[in-house]
């Protein structure tokens, strides 16, 4: 997977396009990541014994997006990310669009 928590990315696809955010995490298994900001929801909470101290109601979250719909941001604009194998034999990310390391 190309794009990892902590990132800076662009939602190109979906209610939320054109939003910026960080990636907050990252599901490898079901390809799905959680953008700061984006593909909001209002979730209602319940009061209970679990959650001692905090109120029920209503709560505004962020759901899943798949990584499809997201795009790593460079300057503003979305870039496709490659893989550069260093003579050591590790490996960087890099933008297609500058190929600067990301």
């Known amino acids: 997977m190309k794009i990892k928590k902590g990132d800076e990315v662009i939602v190109i696809a979906g209610k939320s396009k054109g939003a910026t955010g960080k990636v907050l ?31 029920s109601g209503r709560v505004t979250v962020e759901a899943p997006l798949h990584i499809s719909n997201v795009a ?14 260093n003579d050591d034999g590790s490996k960087t990310r890099i933008s297609r669009r500058t190929g600067k390391e990301i």
């Open 25 to 55: 995490r990252v599901d490898v298994r079901n390809d799905r990541v959680v953008v700061e900001g984006a593909n909001l929801i209002t979730k209602n909470i319940k009061a209970d014994a679990q959650r001692a101290g905090k109120e």
């Open 72 to 85: 790593l941001v460079e300057d503003g604009k979305p870039v496709r990310v490659g893989v550069r194998v």
